[in-house]
């Protein structure tokens, strides 16, 4: 330019993404599957609101958990209600779909981590987890999100029993009971909400119950809602409890 004030090359650059906090996780039992997560949203040290959800019932067996870019993460699930069939999906082919959504999305990606969680036709509990661009794999546990560094260990060392001995002659349950699942879950954000400012404010836990299994207890809970749309099969269930807000 004439006047030097351009003398040399100018960049400018535009991010269409942001990490607007929480955290999701799930875990799997022998008949069930337990799918949460916070419902904080926020940018920086800015909370933009505190009632976010990020965990979506998608059908009576399958629930999905999406953290993230909130924008990225409400369009997907939007395009996911684009597909609707005549009757449920098995899980796993839940899982394909959404990884074929994911995939197609992968040169402007949905900035999102999934995590699918729900009973697969034989009524094993299963939880799948997703990256950004569709690779996906089944798990016993998973956590995502702001707090994930926090949260995965724990569970870890409470699902996975890793640096755990067993006592002598015994050994570890492959799945843990439905309470002993909760508590580990409320435990997980409590700390995490104590230790992290983006997450907080409100917790959504959601429950999927195989089909004739009993819930164990859980319609006496406090604050339980049942989201089944058909009595005689697989059973969905959400809690709802507060966290710090500060």
């Known amino acids: 330019m004439p006047d030097g004030s351009f003398a040399h090359p100018q960049q400018r650059q535009f991010n269409p993404y942001t ?146 001995t067993a006592a002598p002659g015994q050994s570890h349950p492959t799945h843990l009971p439905l309470p002993d699942v909760l508590a580990i879950v409320i435990d997980s954000f409590t700390s995490a909400t104590e230790r992290h400012i983006e997450v907080g404010d409100g917790l959504e836990i959601y429950v999927v119950v195989a089909k004739g299994r009993s819930p164990q207890g859980l319609e006496s809970m406090r604050g339980v809602q049942e989201m089944s749309t058909r009595p005689d099969g697989d059973r969905v269930f959400v809690i709802r409890r507060e966290l710090k807000k500060d």
């Open 19 to 164: 990490d607007n906090g929480g955290t999701i996780l799930a875990i799997a039992g022998a008949d069930f599957t337990v799918i949460a997560g916070d419902t904080r949203q926020s940018e920086g040290y800015s909370i933009q609101t505190r009632y976010a959800p990020k965990v979506f019932r998608l059908t009576d067996r399958a629930v999905l958990a999406v953290n993230g870019f909130a924008a990225d993460g409400n369009m997907f699930v939007k395009k996911w209600y684009r597909h609707a069939h005549a009757k449920d999906m098995p899980l796993r082919a839940i899982a394909r779909l959404i990884q074929t959504m994911l995939y197609a999305q992968r040169f402007f990606p949905y900035y999102v981590y999934n995590i699918l969680g729900g009973i697969e036709e034989d009524g094993t509990g299963a939880v799948y987890s997703f990256d950004p661009v569709g690779s996906y794999e089944r798990e016993a546990c998973r956590a995502a999100g702001a707090a994930q560094s926090l949260v995965q260990p724990f569970l870890d060392n409470q699902i996975y029993f890793k640096n755990q």
